[in-house]
């Protein structure tokens, strides 16, 4: 079985201006291992991509969007395509983050079209899926997930589902500090990682599975040591150089 390189990723939400994303950046770069595991991702606010580009080169530390339109050009006011991330030299963007479903109407039509639309334009798609409190409690998770993979990816050509990375994340722990157990986020990322083989044994065994949810310095190293769980995308916790520094180094 090929081994899986971990996976950090930083989702800074609406958070940081220039200003501070470049004063997390003097903190956090000092403090993190020139190696190449794990693979450090920071998703910064539209409005400080370029800044954290610029101070990243020569670093580790990968550059990720929040969200992209599907379109590459067009009459789509407030949206940017997937070329002008490319353009500014961006290497992947979340998809379907709970909080876009939830508030901002993304659905798993727009999805569809979103994860090839990255794929083709060179970024590397970070998919979040994750049931919500009332969908746990009532026994859907497997259903919620199975059909948020299966919309999601179902344009991705089977030899290329490998180069997406997924986030389990599931909605009831995202900013709550209810982080679900070990075995919950194991059991999770399982099924997601057998929908995949469904299509494609090596692309399940190369694809990355992240779990998110209230992930912390004190909690991040028994999560991300399960089984089969490659990696975390922290979202408040991420706020912090130092307390995203030490997830890091606890992944090394
Ligand atoms: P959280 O957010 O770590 O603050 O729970 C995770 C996410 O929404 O990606």
Request: proline letters at 6%; glycine letters at 8%; hydrophobic letters at 40%.
């Amino acid at each position: 079985m090929p081994e899986r390189t971990r996976y950090l990723a930083a989702n800074w939400k609406m958070h940081k201006t220039t200003e501070e994303a470049e004063r997390f950046l003097a903190e956090f770069l000092p403090q993190i291992p020139d190696s190449a595991e794990p693979e450090i991702v920071v998703c910064p606010p539209f409005t400080s991509l370029k800044t954290v580009i610029e101070l990243c080169f020569q670093s580790p530390v990968r550059v990720a969007a929040q969200n992209m339109h599907e379109a590459d050009q067009g009459a789509y006011t407030g949206e940017i395509s997937a070329p002008m991330l490319v353009d500014l030299g961006v290497h992947g963007v979340i998809l379907g983050h709970s909080e876009r479903r939830q508030h901002f109407a993304e659905s798993d039509a727009a999805l569809a079209l979103k994860v090839p639309a990255a794929l083709g334009a060179g970024l590397e798609p970070i998919l979040c899926v994750g049931e919500n409190e009332g969908q746990r409690d009532a026994d859907e998770t497997e259903d919620v997930l199975t059909r948020q993979i299966q919309a999601d990816l179902a344009e991705v050509p089977d030899a290329r589902l490998s180069e997406v990375v997924i986030a389990y994340e599931p909605i009831w722990a995202i900013g709550t500090g209810r982080t679900a157990t070990p075995e919950q986020a194991q059991e999770a990322i399982a099924l997601i990682r057998e929908l995949i083989e469904s299509r494609s044994r090596e692309g399940a065994e190369a694809i990355r599975i992240l779990y998110g949810g209230s992930v912390k310095p004190d909690n991040a190293p028994e999560l991300i040591s399960q089984e089969g769980v490659d990696g975390a995308l922290v979202g408040g916790a991420s706020l912090d150089p130092a307390d995203f520094a030490s997830m890091v180094n606890a992944a090394v």
